[in-house]
């Protein structure tokens, strides 16, 4: 195949792929599974929600299990009365570990907690553009999220929620402003959040972030922070 | 690193030498009996892992079995939101379509995250020759980049070795102070890559699932390379394979679990990420131009095997090499396949030709585990016994054909069986003759262990004496 020839086309090999799969499907393989003969519709009542590991039923066993799983993964998960509150905790963590800045997008949780922020931290806001270098040099990144998941301690975070797509890998330590509300039990619950909220016009970037970054890359040993941040903190307040 | 030997006699030489290789074997068997541990724990924490198998096979299936209608909704989808599409046939094309893409653009450095399809299309190879610089920043790639080594594992490309040699590694290459700790080694890699997420013009990435529903690539990842990857350079790539497809969006709700407990035991990894197109207009940054190439390469002449097409539902977790004997024994690149172990054994032959790879098929012994540890359900060792049948339908051994025409008449021939028999302990006083040689008929066997005695009394010979004695 001369491929100066094949790539006249801007799409490529479009139809001469599409052909090979009609024809290679005109035979039917044989299933290995119990499925009946039609696809149940995967959707909020998915079928298999049912078969991954359980869920208690009220707000309080979803943030119990939160927390539990949240201990596992090393993600430092705290309730906070208040925006106050939360405020309060990353100005002792700023104090604690010697920040000089933190980045964060604007928002309605974000703002208040920035406001009560003590003036001694310097704030870079990401929303109208930032340099990749000024944002990879501040020592936290606070953003707010989709949804919060109790089964597997994960954030949900999208372009348009979260600050885009840096702010909450590129700084070192990343902080979750989140409210009860937010709580999910699984991940087919933060799907269908999604799809109420966007319906079709998603953000160009969803993540479930799961805990600190990590590696076992290594022996297969732990190791937090491999390239994104190596702590994690999520904030919850009611 | 193209070898001109023939892969099956590459195949058994690599695997005389790394069978013998006790200490690498031994750490091979340290990491995948803590994988065992942790993935019985997940896998355990499931209401019913079995039904969930169903579950995630039943999507695999619908998926492979209308891709073609659920590509071009994807390809509609993903190109309405900003996204470019291209359809590669072969590898040479996938190649072609990124460096021209690097050339228009004028791109000077490159950072790429964990794609087994490049390893598969040797992207890194052609770029490099082209002048540009490409760094991987997954930190087992990176190592094996370093090393100018291929994966040794498709999930853990670096699981073969010991902190002191990565330690000596990085000290050759990146003049660093040597080290035993993992952690520091971690922070010498992440220090070396920050500034080259951040200086890179494009970011090339694989994709784990491709979402027809809304128009997304989706990626696993645990580092957070990927996310960088994707989210500083202005040029975003993914190299994905035709099969990744999903259809639905809340389809990755089943299926990211699933990975990720049977991939490592985790009950999800660190980062899930969904791109749906390049940064669209109200968002704060991303990259300005995102290409998916479909990647094609002898897919579809899997998928023509009906039979065997269900090993297109394979979600690349690993497990099948994570419980195989063999696997275990001979490690990753003994294979000297993109993919290693009993998934890389079934589809090899399919994408680089039958009598070529048919040894890997061989290299089984059929217990099953792959299978067992599948999550989706592929039929695993019974499309070795095909891949088996496949080859000497397709061309016939002669040798082989000798001894079982020679053992058929062998066995329909009572006297011709006894005496046989009889005749194998004189055989066997005559086997030190050549025992060690080359003229040694089973010295595949004797190379390594004895070879059992053959009685002095044959079963029938025994049975008629205790008859006669009236027992």
Redesign the interface.
Same mark, same amino acid.
């Given at each position: 195949m001369n491929p100066a020839n094949s790539n006249a086309s801007p799409k490529g090999d479009r139809e001469a792929i599409l052909g090979r799969i009609a024809e290679a499907l005109r035979e039917e393989a044989p299933r290995h599974h119990e499925a009946p003969d039609k696809p149940a519709p995967l959707s909020v009542t998915a079928p298999f929600r049912e078969w991954l590991p359980p869920v208690g039923k009220t707000r309080k066993d979803q943030i119990a299990l939160f927390a539990q799983q949240s201990e596992a993964l090393r993600t430092e998960f705290r309730e906070c009365p208040s925006e106050a509150g939360a405020a309060k905790h990353i100005a002792a963590l700023a104090a604690e570990l010697g920040w000089k800045t933190i980045a964060l997008h604007a928002g309605e949780l974000t703002d208040a907690i920035a406001e009560r922020l003590p003036k001694t931290l310097a704030v870079l806001r990401v929303d109208s553009g930032y340099t990749k270098g000024a944002l990879e040099s501040c020592d936290a990144g606070l953003t707010e999220c989709e949804s919060l998941i109790a089964q597997t301690g994960s954030v949900c975070v999208t372009a348009l929620s979260s600050g885009g797509r840096a702010l909450s890998v590129l700084p070192p330590h990343h902080i979750v402003i989140a409210q009860k509300s937010q709580l999910v039990n699984d991940l087919s619950g933060a799907y269908e959040l999604l799809a109420q909220k966007y319906e079709g016009g998603y953000p160009s970037f969803i993540s479930f972030i799961t805990g600190p970054s990590r590696t076992g890359d290594i022996e297969r040993i732990l190791v937090l922070g491999a390239h994104g941040p190596k702590k994690l903190t999520v904030l919850l307040i009611p | 690193m193209i070898s001109t030997q023939e892969p099956q006699d590459q195949f058994q030489e690599d695997a005389d030498r790394t069978t013998a290789d006790e200490p690498r074997r031994a750490?091979v068997r340290k990491?995948l009996g803590?994988?065992k541990i942790a993935r019985g724990k997940t896998e355990n924490? =499931?209401?019913?892992?079995p039904?969930?198998?169903?579950?995630?096979?039943?999507?695999k299936?619908?998926g492979?079995?209308?891709?073609?209608r659920y590509?071009?909704e994807f390809e509609e989808k993903f190109t309405a939101?900003g996204g470019?599409?291209?359809?590669? *046939?072969?590898a040479?094309?996938a190649r072609?379509?990124i460096l021209?893409l690097a050339r228009e653009r004028d791109v000077k450095s490159i950072v790429k995250s964990k794609a087994m399809t490049s390893e598969e299309i040797h992207l890194n190879d052609a770029l490099e020759k082209d002048g540009y610089h490409v760094i991987e920043?997954? !930190?087992?790639e990176f190592?094996q980049q370093l090393k100018h080594e291929p994966p040794y594992h498709f999930v =853990?490309?670096?699981?073969h $070795?010991?902190?002191d040699e990565?330690s000596a590694l990085f000290e050759r290459e990146l003049g660093t102070a040597k080290t035993d700790s993992?952690?520091e080694?971690?922070?010498i890699?992440?220090r070396f890559?920050?500034q080259h997420y951040?200086n890179a013009d494009m970011g090339i990435s694989g994709g784990n699932f491709i979402v027809a529903e809304?128009g997304?690539i989706s990626i696993t990842e645990?580092?957070?390379?990927a996310?960088?990857t994707?989210?500083?350079p202005k040029i975003h790539v993914a190299l994905v394979g035709?099969e990744k497809i999903v259809?639905? !969006?809340?389809? $990755?709700?089943?299926l !990211?679990?699933m990975l990720a407990t049977a991939g490592?035991g985790?009950?999800?990894?660190?980062?899930? *990420?969904?791109?749906?197109?390049?940064?669209?207009p109200?968002?704060?940054?991303?990259p300005e131009e =995102?290409h998916v190439v !479909?990647l &094609?390469n002898h897919r579809?002449r899997l998928?023509?095997d009906?039979?065997q097409? &269900?090993a297109l539902h394979c979600i690349r977790c690993g497990a099948c090499l994570n419980v195989c004997p063999i696997f275990k024994n001979i490690g990753g690149h003994a294979y000297g396949t993109t993919y290693q172990g009993p998934i890389g054994s079934v589809i090899t032959p399919h994408f680089r030709g039958l009598q070529d790879w048919k040894h890997l098929s061989g290299a089984s012994s059929l217990c099953g585990a792959c299978t067992e540890a599948c999550p989706v359900?592929?039929?695993i060792h019974h499309h070795l016994l095909q891949n088996r049948r496949n080859a000497v339908a397709e061309k016939k051994v002669w040798w082989e054909r000798l001894i079982w025409f020679g053992f058929r008449h062998l066995m329909k021939r009572p006297w011709a069986y006894k005496m046989a028999i009889r005749l194998a302990p004189l055989g066997q006083m005559l086997h030190p003759l050549v025992l060690g040689t080359a003229a040694d008929p089973v010295q595949p066997w004797t190379k390594t262990r004895d070879f059992p005695e053959a009685a002095t009394q044959s079963f029938h010979d025994w049975w008629q004496e205790r008859k006669a004695a009236g027992k």
């Open positions: - | 750490a990491a803590n994988y924490a =499931f209401t019913s892992w039904h969930a198998r169903d579950a995630a096979a039943a999507i299936y619908e492979v079995n209308h891709l073609d590509l071009r939101r470019k599409v291209y359809w590669a *046939s072969s040479a094309q072609e379509y021209r920043s997954d !930190l087992g190592i =853990f490309p670096c699981m $070795l010991k902190r990565i993992p952690e080694l971690t922070m890699a992440r890559l920050r951040i809304t997304m645990n580092e957070g390379n996310r960088l994707t989210a500083l035709i259809p639905k !969006l809340a389809d $990755l709700a089943l !990211l679990p490592t985790q009950q999800l990894t660190c980062y899930n *990420s969904m791109y749906g197109g390049p940064r669209q109200g968002e704060i940054d991303g =995102f !479909l &094609d579809t998928l023509a009906a039979e097409r &269900d359900k592929i039929d």
